[in-house]
């Protein structure tokens, strides 16, 4: 089976989303960290305050479409609804 990675960027609008991004990152985080099949989970601040980097990698594509699942469902995405993001998905062919 085939390694899925993720990168890309969550482009913050205002001020209100930054701010949803940090209130609600850590948890996320961590619940995502702790799936099973997650090898690397990382979303950081870049220069730009309104600009985060993703980045995950996990194991196959049943982990990581467990992961879309999950997150889906979450506080997360209900709080983080109206954030635009680029994402590349690669190893789902």
Known sequence: MAEVSL???????????VAAVRRHL???VRLTRAEPGCLFFAVTESDDPRLWRVE?????AAAFQAHQTRTRASL??????????????????
């Open 76 to 93: 997360w995405a209900r709080e983080t609804a109206d954030i635009a993001r680029d994402y590349s998905v690669h190893g789902l062919d």
């Open 56 to 60: 995950e990698r996990f194991r196959d």
């Open 26 to 28: 850590p948890e996320h």
């Open 7 to 17: 990168t890309g960027v969550l482009r913050c609008a205002s001020d209100a989303q």
